[in-house]
């Protein structure tokens, strides 16, 4: 069975950057057929997509609305994929999950059980 | 603001059928984008209900079923459960300009 941890810090102060890993265990980052994305909740809204990266690193598709702050990126290596987002503000507060997307039908399929970051000085 | 809309909330007894929407429009949902249905328990990670409109992973009851038409998809659950109590989200693709969306998330409260 899949499984996907987030880590990283809890609190970051606003116009830092908030760095985020994701682990994959029980499977391949490199498995062709999926595709690996994130996810937020800011607090009492709903989901919002923030991004979706290849293992291969050479394809990678960001939310229009944060494209200019966002970078994803893989390690194979490990087993594990990133996301940064830069110059955050009090409205990047919130959980952020990671998550598989299978490529045959754009669902993400399996999650990671998110984690809190917010953003406060 | 989602380009998606989902009913803030919806209720119903035990046992009951209950339905939720989601509204699109002909540069998502209409445009031949599959839609996905999740189900969102509070401090847990979503889990994927629905693919693909109106296919069910392995291991979700056939009590949830979706549908697709046009430019709008149906989420219904039969013989309503306490533990079917959550919020529901529907997901699409809303091409180059959106990328991935959700709705923004419909309630379901069991009387």
């Known amino acids: 069975q899949l499984q996907l941890q987030e880590s990283g810090p809890g609190l970051v102060k606003p116009s830092e950057t908030l760095s985020l890993n994701c682990t994959v265990s029980?499977?391949?980052?490199?498995?062709?057929?999926?595709?690996w994305g994130w996810i937020r909740q800011p607090p009492g809204k709903g989901l919002e997509w923030i991004g979706t990266v290849y293992y291969s690193g050479s394809t990678s598709y960001y939310s229009p609305s944060l494209k200019s702050r966002i970078t994803l990126s893989v390690d194979t290596s490990k087993n594990q994929f990133s996301l940064r987002l830069i110059s955050v503000t009090a409205a990047d507060t919130a959980v952020y999950y990671c998550?598989?997307?299978?490529?045959?039908?754009?669902?993400?399929?399996?999650w990671g059980q998110g984690t809190m970051v917010s953003v406060s000085s | 603001q989602s380009v998606l809309t989902q009913p803030p909330s919806v209720s119903g007894a035990p046992g009951q059928r209950v339905t939720i929407s989601c509204t699109g429009s002909?540069?998502?949902?209409?445009?031949?984008?599959?839609v996905h249905w999740y189900q969102h328990l509070p401090g847990t990670a979503p889990k994927l209900l629905i693919y693909g409109n109106n296919n069910r992973p392995s291991g979700v009851p056939d009590r949830f079923s979706g549908s697709k038409s046009g430019t709008s998809a149906s989420l219904a659950i039969t013989g309503l459960r306490a533990e079917d109590e959550a919020d529901y989200y529907c997901q699409s693709y809303g091409g180059s300009l959106s990328g991935y969306v959700f709705g923004p998330g419909t309630k379901v409260t069991v009387l």
């Open positions: 029980g499977g391949f980052i490199s498995d062709r057929y999926s595709y």
């Open positions: 998550a598989r997307q299978v490529t045959t039908a754009d669902a993400f399929d399996f």
């Open positions: 002909s540069s998502n949902i209409g445009a031949g984008y599959n």
